[in-house]
Nanobody, 120 residues
Framework: QVQLVESGGGLVQAGGSLRLSCARS????????MGWFRQFPGKEREFVAS????????DYVSSVRGRFTISRDNAKNTVYLQMNTLKPEDTAVYYC?????????????WGQGTQVTVSS
């Protein structure tokens, strides 16, 4: 069974940085694309970034492009989201997921989420 565990969330001031990690606990880690989503209160989850199996292809929602970087370390079964120049509007619960594309329906396994709060 696939299990995803996110970490690295927290409280940061606007302009600061956080790095989220997502550890995957199965032996077929390298087979799938991975993605990060976020969910604002009362809203549906929205796509943030995705990365291909070998890490050569990445995709970002326009609001984070140039500030966030998705990466992966297949040897450690971990995908990362480096978030720089954070803004209060980035405050959300962030989820990692196994799958591909920008639609949440393209993802079959989800972590429990980690809260990111950016103060102004």
């Amino acid at each position: 069974q696939v299990q995803l565990v996110e970490s690295g969330g927290g409280l940061v001031q606007a302009g600061g940085s956080l790095r989220l990690s997502c550890a995957r606990s199965d032996r077929i880690y390298g087979t799938y694309n991975m993605g990060w989503f976020r969910q604002f209160p009362g809203k549906e989850r929205e796509f943030v970034a995705s990365i291909s199996v070998d890490g050569t292809y990445t995709d970002y929602v326009s609001s984070v492009r140039g500030r966030f970087t998705i990466s992966r370390d297949n040897a450690k079964n971990t995908v990362y989201l480096q978030m720089n120049t954070l803004k209060p509007e980035d405050t959300a619960v962030y989820y990692c997921a196994v799958g591909g594309g920008r639609n949440p329906r393209g993802y079959g396994y989800w972590g429990q989420g980690t809260q990111v709060t950016v103060s102004s």
